[in-house]
């Protein structure tokens, strides 16, 4: 991928975890150790990887969690009806945006949304954004304290 900004390799990194989550969810069998062995790592950055290794652990971490926000959230649909990439944006976007809390709320937000634009349906950015706006609304979601962290701190996740 080249000398590509912390921006770009993030992007790349959800990518990668957006994949291994839907793989993951449609295969309940494997775990996430067994997803993350099987996918070509090779090519990417380290920082890459380990960030899409972070997601892809955090997501099945936060789980029962996010399923649980999930059902409270979206009235008159079942989580299992919804389409799995939709799923597993949204579940990269709790984990970043609210469990972990390590990018803003707003960027996990879009991203999620941008990620749904590239892998769903014409429906799915809305989607997205409509269910996460209204978790967060209803939650009363802190903004997260990432400027907090070291710059250290920072380039590790």
Known sequence: MGKASLPQRRRRA?????QLI???????DLTSG????????????????SYARFLVISSAKHAD???DLLREHIVGWRTERMVAVDR??????L?????DCTVPVAVAISEAVELTKMFG?????RFVNGVLGRIVRASDVKECCVEEMTS??????
Do not use: H, N, W
Request: glycine letters at 4%; proline letters at 4%; hydrophobic letters at 40%.
């Open 65 to 67: 969690a996010i399923d």
């Open 121 to 125: 349906t014409v429906e799915s950015s």
């Open 22 to 28: 839907y793989e993951l969810d449609l295969r309940p």
């Open 34 to 49: 067994e997803a993350l062995s099987m996918f070509p790592f090779e090519d990417e950055q380290g920082d890459v990887e």
């Open 88 to 93: 597993a944006a949204i579940r990269i976007a």
């Open 95 to 99: 984990c970043e945006g609210v469990m």
């Open 152 to 157: 250290e701190e920072t380039e590790k996740i």
């Open 14 to 18: 959800r990518e990668i975890a957006l």
